[in-house]
């Protein structure tokens, strides 16, 4: 085999392994969620189809000719990368919110072509050693040639090809770019006389075009794919101006375009009362993360004057709200594309009334918006007597949602917990809503608003509610495994 098609064919094939790896939690995220579990199960089933396929593609070289099936094998490849975003598909439903179900469902979306495109390079290798005495050279170019190919994949995926195509497009040019470098290695390699396998070709090819159709046509959850999320606008049937953004199968925010003051979600009804208690007059106002920007809308209105600054990592999802949820920015509510916990660090100090914090990563506040650093500068940007309300979704037994808690407390003077008293004593689970201050807060104003509404929700002291429970910081924030059963601490 050519020094030039040796390198080119490891580079590709392990390149799309890596590209699989970055795809994976994208696709599985509407069914299991976007945790550090998912994360780990793609790491987790790269690497475990790697070394298989490494294993694999080394004994099958010492016993059958490489030449007579490195072709196929690329090829086979390029045709089960194909079949991923189907398979997710078809078993997601069955798996949805299980932890085991994400290892599962990665498992079984990409495991094979990883097995299979891991196998390739121990076929280059053993066509390209010609003596014992350059063993070393070849294996540790081909490795590092490998690791290139795998560095191309990440890099290429995560900053290029996710904000250009949707997934179905990437794995679409990626699949069919092996199923043709596989043909062509099957028709062009020196197979000691023989003739190509012509209707194993033709074999191949249809079944290569089957599974790209499958791909483009398999009916999954999303309208639309962002950056980020798998994306939905679902109308209410109940209500003409009703719609609910659906981000990753879960339901992040509902808005009313014909009445922007009314709030479907009790959580956003929570926060909703915390902003009425707010000094009289227009607010300055910081959004971590913009959803279907429910509550800078209804501030617009309730608060005539009201300036609005909304920070969004994912420029989809502002696109999104501009078409279907009828969002108009200018002055007074202007959208920050970019992460949170960097975009909060370039906001002028003291210059917002309140801050709502209301950023998901599927089920979970993302780790580096709830730690004691992250408060800081929330505090840093609040003016004197500020307010930070703070969404946090958690269950039984509350072990987040108590340590979040705790770190609101070590950075404030008052900190409350507006919900149900099965709420407050960890009794139930849901959308918990904390509020902190330097100054004291409406307690009694807060719980007659609840009632008013006709809401079992009362402002909590949150004192014993956080006894014993750890500050998150950034050396020390585990999130997920605070929001699961399986917590140790």
Not at 5 to 23: G, K, R
């Amino acid at each position: 085999m050519p020094s030039a098609l040796a390198t080119a064919l490891v580079l590709l094939t392990s390149a799309a392994v890596l590209v699989l790896e970055v795809l994976v939690t994208r696709l599985v995220a509407p069914y299991v969620g976007l945790t550090l579990e998912t994360y780990t199960a793609a790491i987790g089933v790269a690497l475990a189809g790697i070394a298989g396929g490494a294993a694999i593609g080394g004994r099958l070289a010492d016993t059958v000719d490489p030449r007579r099936w490195l072709g196929p094998v690329t090829a086979l490849g390029g045709v089960l990368l194909l079949t991923a975003r189907p398979t997710v598909f078809a078993l997601g439903p069955s798996l949805f919110g299980s932890s085991m179900g994400t290892v599962l469902l990665v498992g079984a979306a990409v495991g094979p072509a990883v097995l299979a495109l891991s196998a390739v390079t121990p076929g280059v290798i053993k066509l390209r050693l010609r003596s014992l005495e350059h063993t070393g050279t070849t294996v540790g170019r081909l490795s590092a040639t490998g690791t290139l190919g795998a560095l191309a994949g990440t890099f290429l995926t995560g900053f290029v090809l996710l904000a250009a195509l949707p997934t179905s497009r990437i794995l679409l040019l990626i699949g069919l770019l092996l199923v043709l470098a596989g043909v062509l290695l099957a028709v062009t390699l020196p197979r000691q006389g023989k003739r190509p396998d012509t209707p194993g070709l033709v074999a191949g090819v249809v079944v290569a075009a089957l599974s790209a159709t499958w791909l483009l046509t398999s009916d999954g959850p999303c309208q639309r794919e962002t950056r980020y999320y798998c994306a939905q606008v679902v109308h209410d049937r109940e209500r003409e101006g009703g719609r609910t953004l659906v981000l990753d199968g879960l339901r992040h925010s509902y808005v009313d375009l014909d009445d922007p003051v009314y709030l479907e979600f009790s959580y956003t009804q929570r926060i909703g009362d915390v902003l009425a208690t707010l000094p009289e007059g227009p607010l300055d106002a910081l959004h971590l993360g913009l959803g279907g920007a429910t509550l800078p809308r209804h501030l617009a209105v309730v608060r005539p004057g009201s300036r609005s600054t909304i920070l969004e990592v994912d420029p989809g999802v502002l696109a999104l709200d501009r078409e279907r949820l009828g969002l108009v920015t200018g002055p007074d509510l202007t959208v920050v594309i970019g992460d949170a916990r960097t975009s909060v660090a370039e906001q002028p100090p003291k210059a917002y009334d309140v801050v709502v914090g209301d950023a998901f990563g599927g089920l979970a506040v993302p780790w580096h918006l709830t730690t004691s650093e992250m408060i800081a500068q929330v505090r840093r940007v609040l003016r004197p007597g500020g307010v930070y309300v703070l969404n946090v979704i958690d269950h039984p037994p509350a072990h987040f949602v108590r340590a979040e808690t705790a770190t609101l407390r070590a950075a404030f003077e008052d900190v409350l917990l507006l919900g149900t008293d099965a709420q407050a004593a960890g009794e139930e689970g849901g959308n918990y809503v904390l509020v902190a201050s330097d100054a004291l807060l409406p307690r009694v104003e807060l719980s007659a608003l609840a009632a008013g509404r006709g809401a079992p929700d009362t402002a909590h002291d949150t004192r014993s509610f956080a006894a014993g429970a750890p500050i998150l910081t950034d050396d020390d924030a585990p999130v997920d495994q605070l929001l699961t059963p399986y917590d140790l601490r």
